[in-house]
């Protein structure tokens, strides 16, 4: 299996650069924004929840998180690998997800930190908040936590795959090309 981080703060690109991902090395995209959001638009007890935490910029508790992630893996045991986008983002998810893989020999290959500047990252959720509504980019002031919140509780992940020596940092203000090119050359030394 092929498993790969994708990591960076809010609006750094990790749902665009996954989907080029995952159509070239045909990798199952685990983005665990998407999954609550369609908890959300199903209005499950988990997606209720979920939504008042969201809306706020908060994270949703480390157990509800692994809980969606840990049954994907195990409905997945042939896949040729996965793409996690937004996960893990905390230390704690970092070291369940270890745990998680190493149960089906396999481990996380590698960490792509796709490094974009705060003022990037407000102009373009901002930006996208306007076009679709996304409820947490309509708001300056939820934006600036969830930047917040990535740099008190989720980058402590990129240190802790830079000390097993698999983060690698890609420049995140490029255009979507040339981001993408960056990855692959990263990639290549990965896949054969
Ligand atoms: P999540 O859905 O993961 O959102 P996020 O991390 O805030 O990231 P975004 O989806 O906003 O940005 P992205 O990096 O994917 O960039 P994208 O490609 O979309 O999480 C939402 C919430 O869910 C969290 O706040 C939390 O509450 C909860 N949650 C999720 N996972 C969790 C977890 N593991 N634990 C706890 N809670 C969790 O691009 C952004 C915009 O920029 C787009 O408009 C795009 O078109 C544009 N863009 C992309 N690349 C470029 C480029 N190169 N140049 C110009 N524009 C670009």
Do not use: C, W
């Amino acid at each position: 299996m092929l498993n790969i981080v994708l990591f960076g703060p809010p609006g750094s690109g990790k749902g665009t650069q996954s989907e080029r991902l995952i159509k070239q090395f045909e990798l199952i995209h685990l983005s665990t924004g998407d999954i609550l959001r369609a908890q959300i638009a199903e209005k499950t007890k988990l997606g209720l929840e979920a939504k008042q935490i969201m809306d706020k910029g908060e994270l949703v508790p480390d157990n509800v998180v692994v809980g969606m992630i840990s049954g994907i893996i195990e409905n997945n045991k042939n896949a040729k690998g996965f793409i996690f986008d937004g996960f893990p983002r905390t230390i704690a998810q970092a070291e369940v997800l270890d745990k998680m893989l190493i149960i089906h020999s396999t481990n996380v290959a590698l960490l792509l930190m796709l490094d974009v500047e705060e003022e990037v990252l407000i102009k373009r959720l901002t930006l996208r908040g306007e076009k679709s509504g996304r409820k947490d980019d309509v708001d300056i002031n939820i934006i600036q936590n969830r930047i917040n919140v990535y740099h008190s509780q989720t980058k402590p992940v990129l240190e802790y795959y830079q000390k097993q020596g698999k983060a690698f940092q890609i420049n995140g203000v490029q255009t979507e090309e040339e981001v993408y090119s960056d990855i692959s050359k990263v990639m290549s030394k990965f896949v054969k």
